[in-house]
């Protein structure tokens, strides 16, 4: 029976520690940037799903550029509109302007506005012989709502 002393075998434990945080080190660094990199994807997705929202909002509303008098609205164009929350987001996405104008199935007529954007990732994630991923990504929201009635021009 070998006995060892407690001594020696905490150094080897701390040794051993060492060891597996260094082998572990750049596999943990590349799951936070891929993480990094997925968060920032869907924090973009989001925005673009809004731009297009207030793009469609702002083109369905008939009353904002036909009637002057009854427009409230700080925004001039489509682009404008959409673009209100992609303040922050360089290079700007590119909205469809003019919208798409037409009607759906029941006959109520709608707005469409698609917001574009090209997302580059932070690291290229390529292995070569194994997989390549691509680092650009382009992130397209669509969104359609319904026109609404227009006012009379005295209200």
């Known amino acids: 029976m070998i006995l ?5 075998s905490r150094s080897l434990r701390k040794g051993i520690a060492t060891v597996e945080l260094a ?5 943990l660094f590349f799951m936070f940037l891929v993480v990094w ?4 994807i869907f924090y973009y997705a989001i925005v673009m799903s809004q731009c297009a929202r207030n793009g ?3 083109a369905g509303d008939p009353n904002y550029f036909n009637n002057p008098a009854v427009a409230t609205d700080p925004y001039t164009s489509v682009t404008a509109a959409a673009l209100a929350d992609a303040k922050n987001i360089t290079p ?3 909205v469809t302007d003019p919208p798409t104008y037409g009607s759906d199935a029941n006959g109520n007529p709608y707005a469409q506005v698609t917001v574009t954007y090209q997302f580059t990732t932070i690291v290229n994630y390529s292995f070569p012989g194994l997989f390549t991923i691509p680092n650009q990504v382009n992130i397209s ?3 359609q709502t319904r026109v609404a009635p227009v006012l009379p021009s005295g209200v």
Do not use: E, G, V
Request: aromatic share 8%; proline share 13%.
């Open 23 to 27: 082998l572990l080190t750049p596999l």
């Open 4 to 8: 060892r002393s407690p001594k020696r």
């Open 56 to 58: 469609a909002r702002w």
């Open 141 to 143: 929201r669509t969104t």
């Open 37 to 40: 990199d997925y968060s920032r």
């Open 92 to 94: 700007t996405p590119t």
